[in-house]
């Protein structure tokens, strides 16, 4: 079945690493996201890339890097920049279109990191 | 700028009983697209409903409607017959063809009791 992989559910690291958190879908969506949720709150977007080898910040990209090297990847490296790292982190992807419709948005089952 | 608003934090309701989650939102874009998400606690997303901006009846998926009113900027989703599955959070979300990612409120925790 098609789906987005988000991997390791779990993530544990030391303050001052960099650590990059996996997505990978099998959708053959052009558009993949990344958002943030931290406790009691909704979904913060991170980066989103629209097309292969380009990608945009969001509204919380500070501290955060992206790559786009494959239309089935888009992996989020939380540097040792990003100030409060500890979140539950969501990937998406969508299709694109012309008009308004629903685009598909499918989401991972998210990881959550924990910074120590 | 897109903003979607919940206001309602935390809600209850009685097993069996209808209960409507409140989102307003402010857009200037004049093509755009209502969701709603339920997250369990296990985290994960799942999509309850959709409504174009210019779809003229409301969208109902089963025991979920979305009552949509385009001048009061308005979108609250309506459960009927509240299972007590249905105990999680509850994200408004919106989108336009000015930029494909959702923006989404801060969410709606409903607890549904026996």
Not at chain 1, 13 to 19: A, P, S, W
Not at chain 1, 93 to 112: A, I, K, M, V
Not at chain 2, 96 to 108: E, I, M, P, R, W
Request: charged fraction near 15%; proline fraction near 3%.
């Amino acid at each position: 079945d098609g789906g987005i992989t988000q991997s390791p559910k779990y993530l544990f690291r030391k303050e001052g690493q960099n650590v990059t958190l996996s997505c990978e879908q099998n959708l053959n969506h052009d558009a993949m996201y990344w958002y943030r949720q931290d406790p009691g709150q909704g979904l913060r977007l991170i980066y989103y890339s629209q097309i292969v080898n380009d990608f945009q910040k969001g509204d919380i990209a500070e501290g955060y890097s992206v790559s786009r090297e494959k239309k089935e990847s888009f992996p989020l490296t939380v540097t040792s920049a990003q100030k409060n790292p500890t979140a539950f982190y969501l990937c998406a992807s969508s299709t694109q279109g012309t008009g308004l419709e629903d685009y598909g948005y499918t989401f991972g089952s998210g990881t959550r990191l924990t910074v120590v | 700028a897109q903003k979607i608003t919940q206001t309602q934090p935390g809600m209850f309701v009685q097993e069996k009983e209808a209960v409507t989650l409140d989102c307003t939102y402010d857009t200037s874009d004049p093509s755009y697209g209502l969701f709603w998400y339920k997250q369990p606690s296990s985290g994960e997303m799942i999509f309850l409903i959709y409504q174009g901006s210019y779809d003229q009846q409301n969208a109902t998926e089963g025991r979920y409607s979305l009552n949509f009113q385009k001048a009061r900027k308005s979108a609250n989703l309506v459960i009927s017959a509240s299972q007590l599955g249905d105990s999680a959070m509850y994200f408004c979300a919106m989108t336009s063809n000015s930029g494909y990612a959702l923006n989404f409120g801060k969410g709606t925790s409903l607890l549904v009791t026996p």
